[in-house]
């Protein structure tokens, strides 16, 4: 895993890197030597001045032109790897706008360029190499990078992180301003930091024998004045979106794909406020659940009647569907209504027949059930509820064509 997640590091801005021949079988890597001139990152940390911006920068809010970017990118899987084409185009156009007005003039001289960006989208072109095409998208690895212009060591850094508990991959490379928009760098070095051992294990490329193909530039199309947004591509045409302050729903995503904290994430944006009031109107429409608290334990019958698994359809009139596809060639479907308890976000589902397809064969099935549904927060992407003490997180479905 860590060894194949090095071309992810190296993407993320980037260059494409071969795999090490190093075994996978093991959680452990040989260590190809100590002496290695690595120099620790935590020693290019921005002057006082700078880190203040960055502070600043994560309080800041969004343009309108902004948040359309951020909205339409909720949901996006992998960091572009999956994505209909309808919402793909949404992003594409997002980020036209954004490159078309004014952000920070000459971004490579502004402060706001400087300290940790996180990767939440890249197009994937096809000069792009498929290590950068498969390892950027894998959504349990978040990916990094790190900008550190006004040191005595400029420097651009790719991280991806594995896990709080495994570790990272670092990979380094000296940063020159080359004008108010590109950066020019070269990789030279880059290695692991696993938790589970006192020392880096430095990652066995010979960059020195790479020649111009561990050089690359990085243009800036835009950054935002908030230095929250950074739109950036290069030399390989690619595009990537960064981000400083992360989207909490980004970060409930992410939380499910890693599969730590999601309860926890869950607690910040429902105590947030930062959704709409549910009603029919806004519960209306197709969705798939991401995430429940508990989904063992029941029959398939009681699993489907209370959507615990796949898909739900709501509609304006308050009629509900649950679909569930256990396996390939079955699918279970439970039917009932829904509606509003009170002035509150509570709901009261009621389901009251279900059906058991097996090829071309549909058999009766009972999926009655009673349930007390409460929003803790919904937007046009995101829904998290609580059905019967258990905490679900749907998305809504956007169409494919």
Request: glycine content about 8%; aromatic content about 8%.
């Amino acid at each position: 895993m860590a060894a194949t997640a090095a071309a992810a590091a190296a993407a993320g801005g980037f260059l494409n890197l071969a795999p090490p021949r190093v075994p996978t079988t093991s959680p452990y890597f040989p260590l190809f030597g100590t002496s290695y001139g690595w120099r620790s990152r935590r020693q290019l940390r921005l002057c006082p001045l700078l880190a203040a911006s960055s502070v600043e920068a994560g309080e800041a809010s969004y343009t309108e032109p902004e948040e359309a970017l951020l909205e339409a990118l909720v949901g996006v899987q992998g960091r572009g790897r999956a994505v209909a084409p309808r919402q793909l185009q949404e992003v594409e156009s997002a980020v036209q706008t954004l490159e078309a007005l004014e952000g920070v003039p000459d971004p490579t001289n502004s402060s706001l360029i400087e300290g940790n960006w996180k990767l939440i989208f890249t197009t994937r072109p096809g000069t792009a190499s498929p290590i950068q095409r498969t390892f950027v998208g894998v959504d349990s690895f978040s990916v990094f990078q790190e900008v550190y212009l006004r040191t005595d060591d400029p420097r651009v850094v790719n991280v991806v992180k594995f896990s709080e508990k495994v570790g990272e991959l670092a990979v380094q490379a000296e940063a020159t301003i080359k004008d108010g928009k590109r950066i020019l760098f070269r990789f030279d070095r880059a290695a692991f930091t696993f938790k589970f051992l006192p020392f880096k294990v430095p990652y066995p490329v010979p960059f020195r024998l790479l020649g111009d193909e561990a050089k690359g530039w990085l243009d800036t199309t835009y950054l935002s004045r908030s230095g929250n947004i950074r739109i950036s591509k290069g030399n390989k045409g690619t595009t990537f979106v960064l981000q400083k302050s992360a989207d909490p729903r980004q970060m409930l995503l992410s939380a499910i794909s890693a599969g730590t904290g999601v309860k926890e994430v869950i607690e910040d944006l429902a105590s947030s406020r930062t959704g709409v009031e549910a009603d029919l109107n806004t519960l209306a429409g197709e969705w798939q659940l991401l995430w429940a608290s508990q989904t063992e334990g029941g029959s398939w019958s009681s699993v489907t009647s209370a959507g615990f698994k796949d898909f739900q359809t709501i509609k304006e009139d308050g009629q509900l569907k649950n679909l569930v596809n256990p396996f390939p060639g079955v699918s279970l479907s439970a039917r009932g209504n829904i509606c509003k308890s009170g002035n509150g976000n509570t709901f009261l589902v009621s389901m009251n027949e279900g059906a058991a397809q097996v090829g071309g064969v549909q058999f009766p099935m009972d999926t009655r059930g009673e349930f007390v549904m409460e929003i803790l927060y919904i937007d046009n992407k995101i829904r998290i509820s609580r059905l019967n003490q258990h905490e679900l997180v749907h998305l809504r479905i956007v169409s494919r064509t």
